[in-house]
T-cell receptor, first 115, second 111 residues
């Protein structure tokens, strides 16, 4: 069964460092998303990406965040200068269609710990 | 923007009992309402969804109801089993927008 894969599974970094989280969406999917989940809290939307550009972003997704699809398979989330409050589980998701018609498939997440 | 409220935050039931989780949403234009199950250490996985043109949908032991007038929807799990223990999230979206999730319900089914 096709799945969304994420690397690394866990990353520990110092405050102020740059972090790149990587995702390989399901191959025939066209929509890509990043969500985050602070421990014990809700899953929060960060950004959606379609046709090589951001289609929607939340207020959490400020100038410290960026996304990229550098090749035909990877989808990355970069945090330029990490803060303590960026510590969370980051989930990548993909769907074949928009949320109106398509199921979102989530990866297993990348846990980011900022010290 | 959309805001989704979910209750209860924790729910403990005995095996074989029913479990009900309720959500309300704020955006009357929302028309897609999925439910996700998240097991420990894993990403959320879709278990059932409902769209605004339907009032109820059932899949074996799981059912979802939608009341568009009141802007609430509910997940019903009958004959619960220990493997149903997980965190359940409701979500809502309107056409072309991202899913907005509730805070989650931790369901514990004891045998």
């Amino acid at each position: 069964e096709p799945e969304v894969t994420q690397t690394p599974s866990h990353q520990v970094t110092q405050m102020g460092q740059e972090v790149i989280l990587r995702c390989v969406p399901i191959s025939n999917h066209l929509y890509f998303y990043w969500y985050r989940q602070i421990l014990g809290q809700k899953v929060e939307f960060l950004v959606s990406f379609y046709n090589n550009e951001i289609s929607e972003k939340s207020e959490i997704f400020d100038d410290q965040f960026s996304v990229e699809r550098p090749d035909g398979s990877n989808f990355t989330l970069k945090i330029r200068s990490t803060k303590l409050e960026d510590s969370a589980m980051y989930f990548c998701a993909s769907s074949q269609d928009s949320t109106l018609t398509g199921e979102l498939f989530f990866g297993e997440g990348s846990r980011l710990t900022v010290l | 923007g959309e805001n989704v409220e979910q209750h209860p935050s924790t729910l403990s039931v005995q095996e074989g009992d029913s479990a009900v989780i309720k959500c309300t949403y704020s955006d009357s234009a929302s028309n897609y309402f999925p439910w996700y199950k998240q097991e420990l250490g894993k990403g959320p996985q879709l278990i059932i969804d409902i769209r605004s043109n339907v009032g109820e949908k059932k899949d074996q032991r799981i059912a979802v109801t939608l009341n568009k007038t009141a802007k609430h929807f509910s997940l019903h799990i009958t004959e619960t089993q220990p493997e149903d223990s997980a965190v359940y999230f409701c979500a809502a979206s309107r056409a072309g927008t991202a899913l907005i999730f509730g805070k989650g319900t931790t369901l514990s089914v004891s045998s």
